[in-house]
């Protein structure tokens, strides 16, 4: 534990930063894991209604420091050609 009490703030800050991120990060796997099933059914308008959510949470989450800026365009890319194929 920490002792002086800016590092405890730091501490405290830390958990509060980690709780938001880990939110994000679920929001993402749940959407990728929504897509991957309207997309084993064959409903490509579920799946690129979830595609569009998809990627304006990987964009904002690149924004603010949640993930690498290129995790988010590889995984905007490979759900999208997944999607894409249901389309054709």
């Not at 939110?23 to 064959?42: D, E, H, N, S, W």
């Not at 690149?62 to 993930?67: D, L």
């Amino acid at each position: 534990m920490p002792n002086k009490t800016a590092a405890k703030k730091s501490f405290r800050k830390a958990g509060r930063q980690y709780a938001r991120n880990e939110q994000v990060r679920f929001r993402i796997a749940y959407l990728t894991k929504q897509i991957t099933k309207a997309t084993a059914g064959q409903d490509s308008k579920q799946a690129l209604e979830l595609l569009k959510q998809l990627q304006q949470t990987l964009d904002k989450a690149a924004k603010r420091h949640v993930i690498h800026p290129n995790t988010a365009a590889r995984t905007k890319s490979r759900v999208a050609v997944r999607v894409n194929k249901i389309g054709k």
